[in-house]
C-alpha cells in the first residue's frame, strides 16, 4: 500500500464513520453515464450557470445599483462630466478603470447568452429524441421553468447598467406591464414606484437578478440534475442497449475527468469571447434618459423573437366603455408567449394523450421514426424564427438594403403560413428517411461500384449492413393507431365522443409510418435471394 | 408491442477494441507526455495573465491582423485566464480518452414505480393519518383551516402596497399648460418660428420655472418633437390646422406604442419612424400611424406664439402622452 493509498484510506474512514456513506458513496462513484454528444449540451448549460455565478459576485463588488445623480469623472473621457445615474457611471468604472472588469463583464455577457442557447438546443435534444416521455415528465416541466427564468434573469441583467439601450429595454417591459387590463397601471406603479421610469427600479431588479432568482435557479437545477441522477439517464438505441439497462462508463474516473475538464473548456472558450469578442460596449450608448433613443435598438437573442411578434402585431386596440385594450401589445407580449410556454410545458402529456402510450421510456427515439413529434418540433421552431427574423427587421433592412415593410409583411403572412408548411415537409422528410432506413436495412448500403455482368447489364454493389447496424435501423416500435369506438356492442354512443374521434384522428397522424422491414423480410434476403 | 414487428435480435454490445496506449506502453508513455504538455501550457496561460496584468498598461494598444487595433492590457489579459483554463480541460478530457479505462459498463434500472405492496401500504398510512386527524369527521375544522390559510396570504399581497403610489390621473397629464413657453433640449432656450426653417425638426421641453430641475419620469411624459413643413403640405381638418403655427406642428416624443423615444423623422416623406416597433406616422396627416403595430396616432400639442413672438403651448396635452393603459379615455 502506498502512502497515498494510506491517506485516501484514512479519510474515507474518517468520513464513513461519521455519515454512514460508505455504501452509498461506493454506488455512485460507479455510477454509469452513455456517452454521446448531444448530452453535453445541458452540461454547457450548467457550467454557464456556474461561469455565470463566479464572474457575476466579481462584478457586483463593483456595481452600484442606484439611480443617484452623479456626474462622470472617470477615464473615459467622451462621457466626462456627463450627468448619469450611479449604475451606469459604475458600470463604466468596472469596464475602464478596474483591471479585469472589462474582461469579467464580457464573460459575463458571453456566459448569459451561451446559458441561454445551451439550454435551448439541450431542450430541442430532449425533445426531438422523446427524453421528456415518462418518468422524466416533471423533469421537462423543470427545464421549461428554468428556460422561463432564464429568459427573464437575462433581460434583468442587461438592464442593470442603466444605458440607453437597456432603459429603452426596459420602457417596453414597463408598455407591456401597463397594459394589462384593469390593474395594469396600478402594477406598474408598484413595480417603479410611481411613473416611469422613477428611481427605484435599478435597485429592485438587482436584487431580484443578484439573488432571488439566482436562488430559484439553484433550487431548480438541484432538483432537475438529482431527478436526471435518480431516473439514470436516457440512452440512444443500439446494440447491447435495452430499456431495462444503462450502457456506459463510471462517474469515477472517467466521467469526472471528461466532465470536469469540460467545465475548464466551457470556462475558457467563455473567457476567449470575452477577451476578444466586445459585447454590449455601454460606453457608446450613453445614459438613458427617455427623450433619446439610438437606431437598430436590439434586444438579446433570447429576447429578440418576442420584440419579433410586438412588431409584426396589427394596429389593435379596443375602446369599450371608457377603457382601452391593447391587443397589439398584449397579444405578442403576453398572450402569445403565454400560450407557448404553457404549450411546451403540457408537451409530454399532450403527446402521451394522442398516443395513448403510457409506458416508461428511457431508450431515446431518432427523430425521424417518430414523424408527428419532430414535425411539430420543426412547425414550433419555424413559427419562433420567423418572430425571431422579424426581431432583426430593420438591421436586415439596412444591410441587405431591403424595404423594412416588406420584411414587416413577409413575417405577419410567413408566422401562419410557415409554420403548417414545415410540419407537413418535416413529416414528408421522416417518412423518406425511413423508407432509406428500409432500404438499407433489405439491400444494404448503396456502394457506387458499378459492374458490368457478362450479358452487359451494369449493376451497382449493394453492400450488406453489419447485424448492428441493420439492429439499430429496426429496433424502434412503430405504434398503431387507437380504434375509434364511437358506440359499445350495446349501441350506447360513446359518453366521451368528441374528445375520443380527436384522439382517434391525432393517434392516427401519429402512427403514419414507413412500414420496418418484418423478420420474415430480412430472413427471406439472407437465404440468397439478392436482386 | 407485438412480437412479430421485432425483426431482428439484438447482436449485443460490440466487441471491445483496443486503442494503442492500452497495449502498447510506448503509446502510453506519449499519451502522458502530451496530457502533461497540455497542463504545462495551461500554467504558460497563468504567467501570461499575470504579466498582462501587472505590467502591460492599460492605454497600450497594439496592431493584430483580423482584429484590427487592441486593446493589449485587455487582450493579453483574458487570453492568459482563457489558456489557463483550456489547456486544463483540453489535458483532462485526452487523459481521460487515451488513458483511463473504455471499456463501456453495463448497470441495470429499476422501475420508477414502487413494489406493490409499498405502495398500499403507503396508501393505508395515508388513510390512518388522515383518520387520527380526523378531518373527514370533522369538516368545520377542514373549512375554517382553508378559508385562514387562504386569508393568510393577503398580508403578503398588502404589504407590497407601498411600493409605489396609485396612479391617480397623473398618467393624463403633463407639465405643458396654457402658455407655457416651448425650450430647446438641450439648452433650456425659448425659441421663435423664425428658429426653424423648413424641414427642420426640433425637440422640446415645456419651460421650467427658474432654479427647478428637470426629472426623468417628466421627460417622459412632456419630450415633444417640432417639426416644420410648407403649410401648403398639411392635410388637417380645421382645427388641428389651427393647433400649428406657419408651417410648424408639434407632437409627442413618446411613442403611442410603447413609450420610446419616436426619433426618425425622414425630411422627403415627412413621415415620423420609432425605432423599436417602427411604427410609422405621417407627420402631414396629424400623425396617423400608415405602418407598424401602433394603434394611434401621436398626440399633437396645440401652439402658437406669445406676445413677444415667443412658440407656446395654446392649451394642455387634449389626451395622454405614451403608451396605452386600461384607464385611458380615448
Known amino acids: ?531 | 408491442m407485438s412480437k412479430e414487428l421485432e425483426p431482428l435480435a439484438d447482436p449485443g454490445l460490440p466487441v471491445h477494441v483496443n486503442r494503442k496506449a492500452d497495449t502498447d506502453p510506448i503509446a502510453a508513455k506519449r499519451a502522458e507526455r502530451q496530457v502533461a504538455i497540455l497542463f504545462s501550457l495551461s500554467g504558460v496561460g497563468t504567467l501570461l495573465f499575470i504579466y498582462s496584468f501587472f505590467f502591460i498598461k492599460d492605454d497600450v494598444f497594439i496592431f493584430l491582423p483580423i482584429m484590427g487595433t487592441t486593446n493589449a492590457h485587455q487582450l493579453g489579459v483574458g487570453v492568459g485566464v482563457a489558456m489557463s483554463l483550456l489547456f486544463i480541460g483540453f489535458g483532462a478530457v485526452h487523459w481521460a480518452k487515451t488513458l483511463m479505462p473504455d471499456q463501456e459498463v453495463i448497470a441495470y434500472r429499476h422501475e420508477m414505480r414502487s413494489e406493490e405492496k409499498d405502495r398500499q401500504d403507503l396508501v393505508a398510512t395515508a388513510k390512518e393519518g388522515a383518520a387520527a386527524a380526523g378531518l373527514g369527521r370533522r369538516p368545520l375544522i377542514k373549512r375554517t383551516l382553508v378559508a385562514a390559510a387562504g386569508l393568510a396570504g393577503l398580508p403578503a399581497v398588502i404589504l407590497l402596497r407601498d411600493l409605489g403610489p396609485l396612479p391617480g390621473n397623473s398618467l393624463n397629464e403633463t407639465s405643458w399648460a396654457r402658455g407655457t413657453r416651448l425650450v430647446t433640449d438641450p439648452g433650456d432656450r425659448p425659441i421663435k418660428p423664425s428658429d426653424l426653417e423648413v424641414g427642420a425638426v426640433a425637440q422640446v421641453m415645456p419651460e421650467l420655472a427658474p432654479g427647478k430641475k428637470r426629472k426623468l419620469e417628466d421627460i417622459a411624459k412632456d419630450a415633444v418633437l417640432l417639426i416644420r413643413i410648407r403649410p401648403s403640405e398639411f392635410q388637417l381638418d380645421p382645427e388641428r390646422l389651427s393647433w400649428t403655427h406657419e408651417g410648424i406642428i408639434a407632437f409627442s416624443k413618446i411613442c403611442s406604442h410603447m413609450g420610446c423615444a419616436v426619433a426618425l423623422y425622414e425630411q422627403t416623406t415627412k413621415h415620423l419612424l420609432c425605432p423599436c416597433h417602427q411604427s410609422t406616422f405621417d407627420v402631414t396627416r396629424a400623425a396617423k400611424v400608415i405602418f407598424g403595430p401602433s394603434a394611434r396616432p401621436l398626440p399633437q400639442l396645440a401652439i402658437t406664439v406669445n406676445s413677444e413672438g415667443y412658440l407656446i403651448a395654446k392649451q394642455p396635452f387634449s389626451e395622454a402622452v405614451g403608451p396605452s393603459f386600461w384607464e385611458r379615455k380615448s
Request: proline fraction near 6%.
Open chain 1, 1 to 531: 500500500m502506498t502512502a497515498r493509498e494510506r491517506v485516501a484510506g484514512t479519510v474515507a474512514n474518517y468520513v464513513d464513520e461519521r455519515t454512514g456513506a460508505a455504501k452509498w458513496m461506493k454506488k455512485n462513484l460507479q455510477k454509469v453515464f452513455p456517452d454521446h454528444w448531444s448530452f453535453m449540451l445541458g452540461e454547457i448549460a450548467l457550467y454557464s450557470f456556474v461561469i455565470l455565478l463566479l464572474s457575476g459576485t466579481f462584478l457586483s463588488f463593483w456595481f452600484d445599483p442606484s439611480m443617484r445623480h452623479v456626474t462622470y469623472e472617470g477615464s473615459y473621457q467622451p462621457l466626462k462630466d456627463v450627468e448619469m445615474s450611479a449604475a451606469y457611471a459604475s458600470a463604466l468604472h468596472i469596464s475602464f478603470d478596474v483591471r479585469g472588469g472589462l474582461l469579467m463583464r464580457q464573460i459575463h455577457h458571453w456566459a448569459a447568452l451561451i446559458f441561454m442557447a445551451a439550454i435551448a438546443v439541450h431542450m430541442m435534444r430532449v425533445f426531438f429524441t422523446g427524453a421528456f416521455r415518462k418518468p422524466r415528465e416533471f423533469n421537462w416541466i423543470l427545464g421549461v421553468a428554468l428556460l422561463t427564468l432564464g429568459i427573464v434573469e437575462g433581460f434583468l441583467g442587461y438592464s442593470l447598467p442603466d444605458d440607453l439601450l437597456s432603459g429603452t429595454g426596459v420602457r417596453i417591459a414597463h408598455a407591456i406591464i401597463q397594459s394589462i387590463p384593469v390593474f395594469g397601471t396600478y402594477l406598474s406603479f408598484f413595480a417603479f414606484g410611481g411613473a416611469f421610469p422613477g428611481e427605484v427600479f435599478i435597485p429592485r431588479i438587482y436584487i431580484v437578478h443578484v439573488l432571488l432568482i439566482p436562488g430559484i435557479f439553484l433550487a431548480l437545477i438541484t432538483a432537475h440534475l438529482m431527478l436526471v441522477w435518480y431516473q439514470k439517464h436516457t440512452q440512444y438505441p443500439g446494440p447491447g442497449r435495452t430499456e431495462k439497462n444503462v450502457v456506459g462508463y463510471p462517474l469515477m474516473p472517467v466521467y469526472m475527468a471528461k466532465a470536469g475538464g469540460f467545465f475548464f473548456i466551457v470556462f475558457g472558450i467563455t473567457a476567449f469571447l470575452g477577451a476578444v469578442a466586445s459585447i454590449n460596449p455601454i460606453w457608446l450608448y450613453g445614459p438613458y434618459t427617455p427623450a433619446q433613443i439610438s437606431a437598430g435598438s436590439q434586444p438579446d437573442w433570447y429576447m429578440g423573437w418576442l420584440d419579433g411578434l410586438v412588431r409584426m402585431a396589427p394596429p389593435f386596440e379596443t375602446y369599450l366603455f371608457g377603457y382601452t385594450i391593447s391587443w397589439n401589445i398584449l397579444l405578442p407580449g403576453l398572450i402569445i408567449p403565454g400560450v407557448i410556454f404553457t404549450g411546451i410545458a403540457l408537451y409530454p402529456f399532450i403527446e402521451s394523450w394522442m398516443t395513448g402510450d403510457k409506458r416508461e421510456h428511457h431508450l431515446l427515439d431518432r427523430p425521424r421514426n417518430v414523424p408527428n413529434r419532430t414535425a411539430l418540433g420543426v412547425m414550433s421552431l419555424t413559427f419562433m424564427v420567423v418572430a425571431l427574423i422579424n426581431g432583426g427587421n430593420d438591421l436586415i433592412a439596412t444591410h441587405f438594403d431591403l424595404s423594412i415593410n416588406q420584411i414587416m409583411w413577409f413575417s405577419r403572412i410567413g408566422i401562419i403560413v410557415l409554420p403548417p408548411l414545415a410540419f407537413v415537409i418535416t413529416k414528408r422528410i421522416c417518412l423518406s428517411l425511413q423508407r432509406a432506413d428500409r432500404e438499407a436495412v433489405l439491400h444494404g448500403r448503396e456502394t457506387g461500384r458499378l459492374v458490368m455482368l457478362p450479358h452487359g447489364e451494369f449493376i451497382e454493389i449493394h453492400e450488406e449492413l453489419s447485424a448492428e447496424k441493420k439492429f439499430a435501423l429496426t429496433q424502434h416500435e412503430q405504434p398503431k393507431a387507437i380504434a375509434l369506438v364511437t358506440e359499445d356492442n350495446q349501441g350506447v354512443l360513446n359518453p366521451k365522443g368528441l374528445r375520443a374521434r380527436l384522439q382517434a384522428r391525432f393517434s392516427a397522424a401519429s402512427a403514419e409510418n414507413i412500414a420496418k422491414p418484418t423478420a420474415a423480410e430480412v430472413k427471406e434476403l439472407e437465404s440468397g435471394h439478392h436482386s
